[in-house]
């Protein structure tokens, strides 16, 4: 585990744990407040995440701009993070070694930033996080409380590209995320 976000960077720079290493234009470890009270975590990069090394920036990431804007959550306050720090090719799921790869470096970005509540952004996550029982249509919009930490799992943006239907679902369960900050 890593004490600080210099020394995780640091260890990521040359990171070749999982085949994902091979096709990276950037790693995208995560963005936004350091000290948040909230923090989103998604699944992996997309091309415009890779291209940027940012998470979220491209048209499910805007989407999710949109959304925060509407409920009043404003993405310089919370922390966005993904299962994964490399694109999958052809934006796939990551593979379970992928995951495993990754998951020190995630939980490191936990223990460093402490945030009260973890949004949980598709089954990717609420599984790689939370456990394989889970499911994202029984568990989304339910409130999940684990080692003090409160978890809402919710459709992933890219979901609501697909099906504009999720939408106020989604709207719903960042309103009750809103609540608490």
Not at 82 to 91: F, L
Not at 119 to 132: C, P, T, W
Not at 147 to 167: C, N, Q, S, V, W
Request: glycine share 8%; net charge positive; charged share 30%.
């Amino acid at each position: 585990m890593f004490d600080s976000f210099e020394e995780l960077e640091k260890e990521l720079e040359n990171c070749n744990k999982c085949k994902l290493c091979k096709n990276r234009n950037n790693i995208v470890l995560g963005c936004g407040n350091k000290n948040a009270k909230v923090m989103f975590i998604g699944e992996g990069p997309g091309a415009d995440e890779d291209a940027q090394g940012i998470p979220f920036v491209g048209k499910a990431g805007k989407l999710m701009d949109q959304a925060f804007k509407g409920v009043g959550i404003n993405r310089e306050d919370v922390y966005i993070a993904n299962i994964v720090k490399c694109r999958p090719p052809m934006n796939r799921n990551p593979e379970q070694d992928e995951v495993n790869a990754c998951l020190d470096y995630l939980r490191s970005q936990v223990m460093i930033v402490k945030p009260e509540i973890i949004v949980l952004l598709g089954s990717v996550a609420l599984k790689a996080i939370l456990g394989k029982d889970y499911s994202i249509t029984a568990s989304r919009g339910k409130w999940i409380e684990k080692k003090g930490i409160k978890y809402m799992p919710t459709f992933h943006p890219a979901a609501l590209l697909r099906d504009e239907t999720k939408k106020i679902s989604f709207w719903k369960d960042l309103k009750e995320v809103k609540k608490y900050m």
